[in-house]
């Protein structure tokens, strides 16, 4: 059974910042995607950051380029969501997920080729 939990999410104002983590347990596959999604009030879940635990490339929506960086401690089976520079616009649930290592790239943001979710924690910032 895989298993994601997220921590770290609260209130922050415009400019600060935030760090979420996501610790995994139960991977049943050697290499794999694990993702950031974000999903606000009345709009559909985007992709903010993916990696393949297995290379060594990172991709972010256009969005957070530059203000978030998503990075791994493969010792622990934890990710993390470093948020600098936060707008007004980042608020809304952030989702970490994982999926098969048999996707490619050009899907790192779609939140329906992902199959594990964690329960979602809160970022609200306020300007």
Known sequence: QVQLVESGGGSVQAGGSLRLSCAAS???YSNHWLGWFRQAPGKEREGVAAIA???RSTYYADSVKGRFTLSQDNARNTHYLQMNNL???D???YYCAARSSAYGPGTAMS???YEYWGQGTQVTVSS
Do not use: L, R, V
Request: glycine share 34%.
């Open 26 to 28: 139960g991977y049943i």
């Open 53 to 55: 635990t297995g290379g």
């Open 87 to 89: 707008k007004s616009g």
């Open 91 to 93: 608020t809304g649930i």
């Open 111 to 113: 939140a329906m080729t």
